[in-house]
């Protein structure tokens, strides 16, 4: 397990600085970056499902500031606009909620009520029912964007696209934004994608078969014996060794 984790030290310094964000190896974190805004990196966060050129594609065409536009010129602006799952009605929507939320005081407030009270489930179960509070449009791909609450982690998908959201926020290093102060780095739960978990059970960092919320929570438990701290450090890293198919040097 030594060698496991010099290899992967080593690939999270390597990886750790602003060149690994690029276009030539998109990542919708590259996005997010750009305006540092807690609400638009939801957005990056929640879209980036599919292939990681289309998602980074898809974003680079949206205004930052989509969610403080009234809905006549938002409609204006996202005439035609898709993406996969989501219809142009899907996106008008998704930004007019995401307004809604940022007029009842932002999603690390929503965040943090529930997350002061049961940690990271009960925070992110927090936003998503806020979320679906503020707007009572429904669609199939509205509500895929969302995600369903949390209600129990038995029966809980994996939650990649928001756990990879919290990690943007709450870790701070030439890749994560750092934003958000009163969350614990060693709280945070891995967002594990096909990718993660592949390469996570190549090491042998991941026993369960199931890529789901249990096997996410299974992960960064191994990971903290790497570092208890951070565990989430790990997570790019991972990512990038199985979007890359690089050989495993351990």
Known sequence: MKAIQDYLDAEVAARNCEDELCFERPDPLLIARRSMDQHHALTCALFAYGSAKAIVAFLSSLEDDLYDTNESDLRHKLKGKYYRFQTTEDIVQWFRTLGALREIGGAEKVFMQGYKETGIIGGVTSLIRSL???????????????????????????????????????????????????????????????????????????????????????????????????????????????????????
Not at 200 to 217: P, T, V, W
Not at 240 to 249: C, D, P, S, T, V
Request: with cysteine; aromatic share 10%; charged share 30%.
């Open 132 to 250: 679906y509070d503020l707007n009572s449009y429904r669609s199939t791909g509205y509500q895929f964007l969302i995600g369903k609450p949390i209600d129990t982690v038995n029966k809980a998908s994996a939650m990649k696209r928001w756990m990879m959201y919290l990690r943007w926020m709450v870790r701070h290093d030439a890749l994560d934004m750092g934003l958000w102060k009163e969350v614990k780095q060693s709280d945070l739960i891995m967002p594990l994608d096909t990718h993660t978990f592949n390469v996570s059970r190549r090491l042998g960092l991941l026993e369960r078969k199931q890529c789901d919320m249990k096997a996410a929570i299974e992960l960064t438990e191994m990971l903290k014996r790497f570092d208890p701290l951070d565990p989430l450090k790990y997570d790019f890293a991972l990512y990038r060794i199985g979007q890359e198919k690089m050989a495993l040097n351990t």
